[in-house]
Structure formats: structure tokens, C-alpha cells
């Protein structure tokens, strides 16, 4: 996801995303992907270099590639889990995006946790909101997400939907990265509005977050 800022604070630095203008930026792909999914693994030969397989109970969904606000390119991957109507119980996002070579945009992210996948770091945070109604912009990531999946037959089982989000940044540009994003519909009787910090409504947040975020990091495995 887009962010227009310049730097990123003292704990990415920690991770080895320190920025760095006087390096090369990535390539950007402006033909058909070079990324390929064959089964359920994701492979893809550059910014970055690996394989993402991902569990057996998801299938693959289909893929799409945009240029994101004139500034970025980015390539989605999906992978659902989802019953005979089409109804989302979970889901993996992958997308892999980079500035493209007429600006000088970096990515930022605030940084409060961190997570390590096979050597990989991301930058992670959760999220609870309600996906009823139209995007508050139509052209952003999330909303065009949206209606590739609806194209597809698919939508969330609960307008009420639990994330979990990792970014990994490409190198020390800033100028690309990975985002890994996990959704599942929230049980019955959890909400976003109850999740919210300041509401203090939902007493066992943090226990439903942390059940989140473990079953995102269990549906997939990095390899290289």
C-alpha cells in the first residue's frame, strides 16, 4: 500500500530496511508478469527472489496487475478459502509492488511489531473493519482487490473481517516490497467496532488478534 513518505523510523533500520537514495532502484515490470503460480506455490524471480507456497486449503483465485495512482506498479495474487457459494472464510493476498522510475517516491511504514519468516522480515499490524458498502477509493489496492474477487464469484463470509498484515521491504531504496495480507471473517458477535482500542468494548482482544496472527504465518512457508 502506498505510503508518500520519505523515511522510515529507527526500529526499520533494525530490520535491514534502512533507506538509501544513492542505490539503484528496482526494476519494474512493464510487460505481462514474470511471476508465475504452478500449484500452490507462488514463484517469482526478482524484488524478491523466492517461493511462497501456500497451504493446501486455499486455492488460487487468479491475479491481476495494475499501475496504482500513476506512481506504482502492482501485481496481486490470491489465494481463498471459500465454500461452493463463493463465501470467503479466509484468505491470502500477496502483492508485490514498486515505484516506477519517473518519481522518487519511498515507501514508509510505523513500525510497533516485527515478525521473521525463513530469514525474511516484515513489518507486520492487524487490523479489524467492516467491508460493507462501496471503498473510499474506488482506485485504491483494497478496492480494486475487492472487485477482482467479486469478478470471481468470491466475497467474505461476514461483512466483519479480522487481518493480519506483513510488508517486507525489497532493499534499502524503500522504493519496493512485499505485502502479505491475511483476512478471515470474525466469528459471530466480534466486531471492528468492538476491537477498537479506545472502545475498550471487546475484553479478549488481544487473545483474538493473537489467534489471527497465528494462523496467518501457518498458511504459508517462504522458500528460496
Not at 542505490?23 to 508465475?36: D, F, G, I, N, Y
Not at 510497533?112 to 513489518?123: C, H, K, N, S
Not at 491475511?182 to 482500542?197: D, H, I, M
Amino acid at each position: 500500500m502506498l505510503r508518500f513518505a520519505r523515511r522510515l523510523g529507527p526500529m526499520a533500520l533494525l530490520l535491514g530496511a534502512a533507506c538509501a537514495s544513492d542505490e539503484p532502484a528496482p526494476l519494474v515490470a512493464t510487460a505481462p508478469s514474470l511471476r508465475t503460480v504452478q500449484g500452490q506455490v507462488l514463484i517469482s524471480p526478482r524484488d524478491p527472489a523466492l517461493r511462497v507456497r501456500v497451504d493446501d486449503a486455499y486455492a488460487f483465485a487468479g491475479t491481476q496487475t495494475f499501475d496504482l495512482y500513476g506512481v506504482a506498479r502492482a501485481e496481486q495474487f490470491f489465494f481463498v478459502n471459500a465454500d461452493a457459494e463463493g463465501r470467503v472464510g479466509r484468505m491470502y493476498w500477496f502483492q508485490f509492488e514498486a515505484y516506477l522510475p519517473d518519481n522518487e517516491y519511498t515507501y514508509d511504514y510505523p513500525v510497533t511489531r516485527a515478525v521473521e519468516d525463513g530469514g525474511t522480515w516484515f513489518i507486520a499490524d492487524h487490523d479489524a473493519r467492516n467491508v460493507a458498502g462501496d471503498c473510499e477509493r474506488p482506485d485504491s489496492d483494497l478496492c480494486l482487490a475487492t472487485r477482482f474477487l467479486e469478478s470471481r464469484g468470491y466475497r467474505m463470509a461476514s461483512d466483519e473481517v479480522l487481518s493480519e498484515r506483513l510488508v517486507h521491504l525489497i532493499d534499502k531504496t524503500c522504493r519496493a516490497e512485499l505485502m502479505i495480507v491475511y483476512a478471515e471473517a470474525a466469528p459471530p458477535g466480534v466486531t471492528s467496532a468492538g476491537l477498537a482500542e479506545a472502545s475498550g468494548a471487546e475484553p479478549h482482544r488481544t487473545e483474538i488478534f493473537e489467534g489471527v496472527v497465528q494462523r496467518a504465518m501457518k498458511g504459508f512457508e517462504l522458500l528460496r
